[in-house]
């Protein structure tokens, strides 16, 4: 049975920074993609960005871009996401997913997901 497990959510003051992790098992993802989506109350799921199988390259949306870094270690099965110059709309439920068969920026393109960890921005 394939489970994708985040952890390090919490809270996390405006411009501050936070890391998420995210474990893989039942199987290995060494060769598959492995990503982030996030939803806030009330709004769509949101691509949140990818990592290719080798590391290489990471694909972030417009609103991550030059704030989130991805990596990967798939010795360990596992992705981390380095939130940094966190904002008020970087808030909600962040999920992990992994194997796509799509495009990496639509939510059902992913086959694995987990049960997401939450972030909260507040001072």
């Known amino acids: 049975q394939v489970r994708l497990v985040e952890s390090g959510g919490g809270l996390v003051q405006p411009g501050g920074s936070l890391h998420l992790s995210c474990a893989a098992s039942g199987r290995a993802f060494s060769d598959s993609a492995m990503g982030w989506f996030r939803q806030a109350p009330e709004k769509e799921r949101e691509f949140v960005g990818a990592?290719?199988?080798?590391?290489?390259?990471?694909v972030y949306s417009d609103s991550t871009k030059g704030r989130f870094t991805f990596s990967r270690d798939n010795g360990r099965n596992v992705i981390h996401l380095y939130l940094n110059s966190v904002r008020p709309d970087d808030a909600g439920v962040y999920y992990c997913v992994a194997q796509a068969i799509g495009s990496y920026n639509v939510a059902g393109s992913w086959r694995h997901w987990g049960q997401g960890t939450q972030v909260t921005v507040s001072s």
């Open positions: 990592i290719d199988w080798t590391g290489s390259p990471t």
